[in-house]
């Protein structure tokens, strides 16, 4: 789904929402402009979505969550997994934070760091 852009959803500042179905299940998606496509669910998004298998107890790491639509649809399928989630933009982190509180989702960890062993 894209959202209808007008002048208060072009704003830098404002975060909005909307209602995308992702793999049968409705997702309630944060975002705000300054992402990439920030305002619709990309077909790649929607086909890992609707493509990934993971059995209950494993860990999946979904890299580039953006607004966070891809890693809420896999945390809503498969709720007894946990989704590590790594983004290198720092809005797509907050924005994706708020798309998991929005789905009332507590199996997903946002990774906002990385390290590199010392004799790295």
């Known amino acids: 789904m ?11 500042t404002t975060i909005r929402t909307f209602q995308a179905r ?4 409705s997702v ?15 077909p790649s998004t929607a086909l890992i979505a609707e493509t990934c298998q993971a059995e209950p ?6 890299l580039g969550s953006g ?3 891809g890693a809420a649809a896999l945390a ?4 007894q997994c946990q989704i ?9 982190l907050k924005m994706s934070a708020k798309t998991m509180v929005l789905n009332q ?9 990385i390290d590199c062993p010392p004799e790295e």
């Open 28 to 42: 309630w998606v944060a975002t705000k402009p300054g992402l990439t496509n920030w305002d619709q669910v990309n």
């Open 57 to 62: 107890g494993q860990r999946i790491l979904y």
């Open 105 to 113: 989702l507590a199996n997903v960890h946002l990774i906002d760091w």
């Open 22 to 25: 992702l793999a049968g299940q």
């Open 76 to 79: 809503q399928r498969f709720r």
């Open 2 to 12: 894209k959202m209808k852009p007008n002048a208060e959803s072009q704003s830098y």
């Open 67 to 69: 607004h966070g639509a």
């Open 84 to 92: 590590l989630v790594l983004d290198l933009n720092a809005i797509a």
